[in-house]
């Protein structure tokens, strides 16, 4: 079954409360944090007080998404604020292999996300110290966007890569996932999907999270 992760950027934030815990009643496995600077991508989402406040109420393991320049500022801050599993983007790293290291040294899962346009060779060596690798299947910045449909040939490409190199990384896709490409994203490859407009936007939620995570009733 696929990991699924929805992403609270859609989540009515006058709510917060309200929604951590419909994702702790609901299949989801884990809790994804959209991490945006104004500078890296055009839009601004939360911090550190925020994400403390959600990790108080989380019964689900924290997944950040920084979309940042030069995380590294911030490793240990997002480590103390709760934060589980980490992903910081290629393009955002001067020196990614000791921000990944630093991460893993902090207790945290580390995940490397890579944009639309941007070539996986730059994985290659770093994958057996990943947990994970997200493919970014819109550019990113805001939800709600259409998926790009060059991801699948590139999901594949990731996935050869992996077993190729023995490694256990897990891929991960975040932007445009819906009950219509949820199918033939598993059968490319994906483990987890990142998933914000096609269950926040939904009526019945929980019911969304249930459908992805079982595959069932699918479009
Ligand atoms: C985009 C973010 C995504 C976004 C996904 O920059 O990284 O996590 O919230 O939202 P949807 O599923 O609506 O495309
Ligand atoms: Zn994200």
């Avoid at 699924?4 to 934030?13: D, E, G, K």
């Avoid at 994958?127 to 790009?148: A, E, H, R």
Wanted: net charge negative.
């Amino acid at each position: 079954m696929p990991i699924i992760a929805p992403s609270i950027l859609t989540a009515n934030f006058l709510r917060l409360e309200d929604e951590i815990n419909m994702l702790n009643s609901s299949k989801a496995d884990w809790i994804h944090l959209d991490i945006m600077d104004g500078v890296y991508v055009p839009n601004i989402t939360f911090g550190f007080p925020v994400i403390r406040q959600i990790k108080s109420l989380a019964k689900k393991p924290l997944d950040a998404h920084l979309m940042i320049i030069n995380p590294d500022r911030y490793l240990k801050d997002f480590k103390d604020a709760g934060v589980d599993l980490l992903t910081v983007h290629l393009e955002a790293c001067t020196h990614l292999d000791r921000t990944i290291s630093e991460i893993s040294n902090l207790g945290m899962k580390p995940g490397v996300a890579v944009n639309p346009h941007t070539s996986l060779d730059g994985l290659q060596y770093i994958l057996p110290k990943l947990s994970m690798v997200l493919i970014m299947t819109v550019n990113p910045g805001f939800g709600g966007q259409k998926f790009i449909d060059y991801s699948y040939e590139k999901v594949r490409k990731l996935k050869q890569m992996i077993v190729d190199s023995g490694a256990s990384t897990l891929i991960q896709v975040d932007g445009g996932v819906s009950k219509s490409n949820l199918k033939p994203l598993v059968d490319a490859g994906v483990d987890a999907f990142v998933v914000g407009n096609t269950i926040f936007a939904s009526s019945d939620p929980v019911a969304m999270i249930e459908d992805l995570k079982e595959m069932k009733n699918l479009s």
